[in-house]
């Protein structure tokens, strides 16, 4: 995490200054491997309390499609159209079991599928991390659950995933077949797809025909090339050079055979990439509508009429670079922050190059989260406090500009 400009704390406020009922809507994502999206907005919650106790603040925890997003849906159900909270027994990304958590909104038949609970990165510890053997097959098996309980609509949130298999776990659970050269199956992971030979789309769950899919994606990557999933997103998943460079060819040609299947090449789609290459699955073979995932929870929790109601927006997540323009939540947020004519001030672990680009999306203000050097393990432990503390300190700044104001 960086450093960033302190402001002092210390001292109380005058009853005048904080009588004006400043409006605020705490929209985070979720601090990756430190707070939830939801603590993460009672903490900020916590920090302005502290300076404007007659605040009027909106909590709305936000998700952009990876961890959390299903979490965010959850919390914002409403009780005459509620979101039942599922969970089924389905496979990791390396063939483990482990319990996975789905939404089921019974008024329209809606399963919301979050890639993470089965796929996700945080699933894996840092040394079994491995790009080329990965599997989505756990996300094949929601939805195998979600068709069972009736779904007619499907709702697929794809990032933070520990996978780069386009998607081939997920159909294989679903009963697509990849065969090699001998007509065997092929093994879990994106290495493999580099064997195959043919598809064998005869066993596909039949259900699949009238399933109405909306993926949310978190990034705008298409499938391969330099900006494709495994180029931009193989490292963090284990992946050294000369594998990015095998599977993203292994992707090209998973992507070609199914071409040749389905008559038509979804590849280059913006968000063909996210999770992987499951953005490429999604619209390929699933017939989904690839949506960011940003733009579609904001729409589910209502965020442009809360907006409307609203002085200031606070957001933020772990990091913010110029990938985060790719449809991460502080920036979609902003740009509904500035649609709305609301000022937006996002508050980031760390700051990575390109982070400036984020005041062309109608970013008023960035702050990060910690006044002085910390090792990483010490700053993730005490992401409460400083959120907390960064949002007292930005309150004490916007009673200064108040005060200017007259």
Request: aromatic share 2%.
């Amino acid at each position: 995490m960086s450093a960033s400009v302190s402001v002092p704390v210390s001292g109380s406020v005058p009853a005048s200054a904080s009588s004006s009922a400043l409006r605020i809507l705490l929209a985070p994502d979720s601090f990756k491997e430190a707070l939830a999206a939801s603590d993460a907005a009672d903490a900020m919650a916590t920090g302005i309390r502290r300076v404007l106790p007659d605040a009027t603040l909106d909590l709305c925890p936000l998700g952009d499609g990876g961890e959390g997003t299903l979490a965010a849906l959850l919390a914002a159900a409403s009780e005459s159209d509620p979101i039942e909270a599922r969970r089924c027994q389905v496979q990791d990304p390396l063939g483990r079991k482990v319990s996975a958590q789905w939404g089921w909104q019974p008024g329209s038949r809606t399963a919301i599928v979050e890639l993470a609970e089965a796929s996700g990165l945080h699933l894996l510890s840092p040394d079994e991390r491995d790009a080329r053997i990965a599997s989505t097959h756990g996300v094949g098996e929601l939805i195998l659950a979600a068709l069972d309980a009736g779904a007619e609509q499907l709702i697929l949130t794809l990032g933070g995933s520990a996978t780069n298999d386009g998607g081939s776990g997920m159909l294989q659970a679903l009963g697509l077949r990849l065969l090699d050269a001998q007509g065997e199956a092929l093994p879990p992971g994106g290495a493999a797809l580099a064997q195959l030979a043919s598809l064998d789309a005869s066993g596909l769950d039949a259900r699949l025909a009238t399933l109405n899919v909306a993926a949310a994606v978190d990034v705008d990557n298409p499938l391969c090339g330099p900006r494709g999933a495994t180029a931009v997103f193989g490292p963090q998943k284990g992946a050294s050079a000369a594998q990015v460079a095998e599977l993203d060819a292994a992707l090209a040609h998973f992507a070609r055979l199914s071409t040749d299947v389905l008559c038509g090449d979804q590849s280059t789609l913006a968000g063909a990439g996210a999770a992987g290459g499951m953005g490429y699955a999604a619209a390929a073979w699933l017939s989904g509508a690839l949506r960011p995932g940003i733009e579609l929870v904001m729409e589910r929790l209502n965020v442009t009429e809360r907006l409307s109601q609203c002085d200031l927006l606070i957001t933020g997540e772990g990091g913010l670079d110029g990938q985060s323009l790719g449809g991460k939540t502080p920036i979609g947020a902003a740009r509904a922050a500035r649609a709305a004519g609301v000022p937006a001030i996002v508050l980031a672990g760390r700051l990575s190059e390109g982070w400036q680009a984020a005041h062309d999306e109608g970013v008023s203000a960035v702050f990060t989260l910690c006044d002085s050097a910390m090792p990483l393990e010490q700053a993730l432990a005490r992401t409460p406090e400083l959120l907390a503390d960064r949002c007292e300190a930005i309150m004490r700044l916007w009673l200064i500009a108040r005060r200017a104001q007259g």
